[in-house]
């Protein structure tokens, strides 16, 4: 009688392979049947979500614990579409609980895929198919005819053929165990011209880089020639261009409010035709002869450029410009700023332009701190531009902030360190407008808010620089606070450009600057950003 228990221990040895705790039976690298303290059974797999069979009975999908189950003799399935069928028996005893790991294995076949155009196509039109399968995979087809060979997994799948100048054909085939032969056969598309938009529906040639052209957008279904039409309100036609050949669905062509010898057009609206036809060698039909029709303003009173927005001012680091957007117009800019040895601040702002010659900006600030808890700030200013343009070389703007910064053991943790400081300020920059450069003088009163009322006083001064996808500039800021003992109180000086290539509205800013705290020593910095215009 003492022999039963051995043989059922070496039963139990063989049938299972150890003794081992699962652990993390989620990542499975073979199939695993581990017998761990407890009652019941555990069946994981990989994938998960696999239909459990016990005794022919549905049980749930996988993960799945049967804490239930009495000692025996098991019989299990497993079962998942597009994967092989498993089954195995189990033997569970009162004392243990087994926990099966298995990983299933993909069912697959190969499938091999002739794209051919159908009979009579024209000879002329390119053939250039690719196959589309049902994870959304792109694969090149090749010549008309030659075989493309894919591995799907088991079911049914969906087989896409897409050409340009032809029309999308597809068949749906179930996949087994044997090679399939798949043929699709494929028409020539009519052409049509249609879904035409364009980036800016008003502009001025005389902004820089992308923020001086409109690109007008467009797509054709097969290849083709096209003509790009600008009429006057009188219907005069003022400029032509002839498109590139159309080799692909989606077009473009970009225009810079000029006619069409590059003398710049007067203000006003213009009616955009864009016309298109197939070509003559294919002698196709076109779906209609009608042109795309849009309408574009040229407006020179529209003046678009990125500035800095990091304090909640517009202008240059540290001093503002009197320059406003153009109604209707904004941007967005965020970035991090470096320097600070026990903070990485960062910040995110806004200046948009609601009306006419009125700019508000905004901007939130966070600065974590490494030794002390996050602080954050808020700033927004209101500025009016007084004076600008009308042949005159001067520009002037009055404006007003107000910034809240929390504050953590005395110290004003989300204060922004380039900026004034939390309080109320008012301002008047004024600037000195030659052809691409803006010199400009920025006087300032600034109360701190609580802790005093009688304010300081900043003093900013700068130049900038506006090409054609990039401006730069240098500013200083000298602040005097008068709260305590008259005199200096702080020196900011620092250089930045940001960078708007054609034909993006994406903007990227980079500066670096120091700033002296009186009786303290100097510190350096530098920021990076990236923003929209529009």
């Not at 902004?207 to 409109?214: D, E, P």
């Not at 034909?503 to 980079?510: C, D, G, V």
Request: glycine residues 12%; proline residues 7%; hydrophobic residues 40%.
């Amino acid at each position: 009688m003492r022999l039963r228990p051995v043989l059922s221990s070496l039963f139990c040895l063989f049938l299972v392979p150890g003794f081992i705790f699962a652990k993390n039976v989620n990542d499975i690298i073979d199939d695993r049947f581990e017998e761990i303290p407890g009652k019941g059974l555990e069946i994981h797999t990989n994938p998960t979500g696999v239909r459990i069979f016990i005794d022919g009975i549905d049980r749930g999908l996988t993960p799945e614990r049967f804490d239930k189950l009495p000692p025996g003799e098991y019989s299990i399935r497993l079962f998942k579409e597009g994967f092989k069928e498993r089954r195995f028996n189990i033997v569970l005893f009162n004392n243990s609980r087994l926990v099966v790991s298995v990983r299933m294995e993909e069912e697959s076949a190969a499938v091999q895929v002739f794209i051919y155009r159908e009979e009579g196509s024209p000879e002329a039109l390119p053939f250039n198919p690719e196959i589309i399968i049902s994870q959304g995979e792109i694969l090149s087809a090749g010549e008309d005819g030659k075989a493309v060979t894919l591995t799907m997994p088991a079911g049914y799948r969906t087989i896409k053929a897409r050409a340009f100048g032809w029309e999308d054909a597809s068949v749906t085939v179930l996949i087994g165990e044997q090679t399939e032969v798949v043929e699709i056969f494929m028409n020539p598309a009519k052409f049509k011209l249609q879904n035409g938009s364009q980036s800016r529906k008003r502009f001025n040639p005389k902004n820089s880089g992308s923020l001086g052209i409109t690109e007008y957008r467009f797509e054709v279904s097969a290849p083709g020639v096209g003509t790009l039409l600008i009429l006057d309100k009188d219907g005069n036609a003022v400029y032509e261009k002839q498109l590139d050949r159309f080799e692909t669905w989606s077009q473009s062509v970009t225009w810079g409010g000029v006619d069409t010898n590059g003398n710049p057009l007067e203000e006003g609206k213009y009616s955009v035709l864009i016309k298109a036809s197939p070509l003559p060698e294919l002698n196709q039909e076109p779906e209609t002869d009608e042109p795309l029709r849009l309408e574009t303003e040229i407006n020179y009173s529209i003046n678009i450029f990125p500035l800095s927005v990091f304090g909640g001012i517009g202008g240059l680091a540290f001093a503002p410009l009197p320059h406003t957007l153009p109604a209707g117009s904004f941007q967005i800019e965020g970035g991090f700023l470096f320097g600070n040895l026990d903070a990485l601040p960062f910040e995110i702002g806004m200046r948009v332009s609601p009306v006419k010659r009125l700019e508000i900006t905004s901007a939130f600030n966070v600065n974590p701190h490494f030794k002390n808890k996050t602080g954050w700030g808020v700033t927004g200013s209101v500025k009016f531009n007084i004076l600008e343009g009308a042949g005159f070389p001067l520009a002037l703007a009055a404006g007003a902030s107000y910034s809240w910064a929390s504050e953590n053991s005395n110290q004003m943790s989300g204060h922004q360190q380039l900026s004034p400081g939390r309080g109320i300020g008012i301002y008047a920059p004024l600037s000195l407008e030659l052809t691409n450069m803006s010199l400009v003088v920025s006087p300032a009163v600034f109360w701190r808010g609580p802790d005093g009322t009688v304010p300081a006083l900043l003093l900013s001064t700068g130049f900038l620089y506006r090409g054609d996808w990039f401006n730069s500039g240098l500013s200083l800021r000298a602040e005097f606070d008068f709260s305590g003992s008259a005199g200096f109180s702080r020196l900011f000086a620092g250089a930045e450009a940001r960078f708007y290539p054609p034909p993006s509205i994406i903007f990227f800013t980079a500066q670096a600057g120091a700033w002296y705290n009186s009786g303290s020593h100097t510190r350096g910095c530098g920021g990076l950003g990236i923003g929209i215009v529009f």
